[in-house]
């Protein structure tokens, strides 16, 4: 499973039976749309309910080549398509994984506080002539459910100031309300395992059983599987195997 499929179904298998909230997605889209126009953003307001997107192009789309809509474009997935493949297939792998990390991240914080954070970072994607450019991209969670989900996802593209040389990728988490940067090897999710439970995960990615693990790490084998239990809810996984995959993308194992 890639870092794409990975972040695709934690986003689209969260539960969001109970949710009626026509107002706030209509107040989202509001949001979306005054950014593409203050800003000249390309804006791209995410549905993770219904899988579906809704763009608002401003300025910076038409420095990119990609096509201008007066109102809301409409399309039947969270992912931007048109907008991806201009992105440098590194920069968009590093993209990925930086959301999936992002993504963890919020699920164990209050909703309360969920708001303050959002990732920027720094792509270089294809303009309408054919070459690569500085990009600014900005991604936030805007709305999330009673019970803990991720709803609504504001992605905002923007051409970059910078004029520094630097062809690398950039990309970072910042709590707005603070100021702090978070890099992604520093943040919270880096010691989101303890050090015995990543013992437990990496033994269990050589395919160890819990009565060998249970043998070689001297404790019993209840407390392997209980540590087995809190992998899967500190990961939301919801077996072994996904908890591996996950440890492995973000670098935890």
């Not at 192009?57 to 997935?77: F, P, R, V």
């Not at 969920?114 to 500085?134: A, E, G, I, P």
């Not at 603070?178 to 269990?204: A, Q, Y």
Request: charged fraction near 25%.
């Amino acid at each position: 499973m890639n870092i794409l499929q990975q972040l695709n179904d934690k986003l689209l298998l969260q539960s969001f039976e109970d949710i009626d909230l026509p107002s706030q997605l209509v107040y989202c889209q509001f949001i979306a749309q005054v950014y593409a126009r203050l800003e000249n953003s390309i804006s791209v307001l995410s549905d993770l309910k219904a899988n579906k997107s809704y763009i608002y192009t401003g300025g910076t789309a038409a420095a990119l080549g990609i096509s201008y809509h007066e109102k809301s474009e409409e399309i039947a997935s969270i992912w931007e398509e048109d907008i991806f493949k201009k992105i440098r297939e590194d920069d968009l792998l590093k993209k990925y994984t930086l959301e999936l990390r992002f993504f963890h991240l919020l699920k164990n914080l209050p909703v309360t506080e969920r708001s303050d954070y959002q990732v920027v970072s720094t792509l270089h994607m294809l303009d309408k002539n054919n070459q690569l450019v500085k990009v600014v991209h900005r991604m936030f969670y805007v709305q999330s459910t009673e019970d803990g989900n991720i709803w609504l996802a504001l992605c905002l593209y923007n051409l970059s100031h910078d004029p520094g040389n630097s062809d690398a990728y950039y990309g970072v988490i910042v709590n707005t309300r603070t100021g702090t940067v978070i890099p992604p090897d520093e943040h919270e999710f880096k010691n989101l395992l303890s050090p015995r439970e990543k013992d437990i995960l990496s033994l269990i990615k050589r395919g160890k059983r819990s009565k060998d693990i249970a043998a070689q790490l001297s404790i019993s084998i209840n407390t392997v599987n209980r540590h087995r239990q809190n992998i899967l809810e500190k990961l939301h996984v919801r077996n072994a195997m996904e908890a591996c995959r996950i440890a492995e993308s973000v670098k935890l194992i």
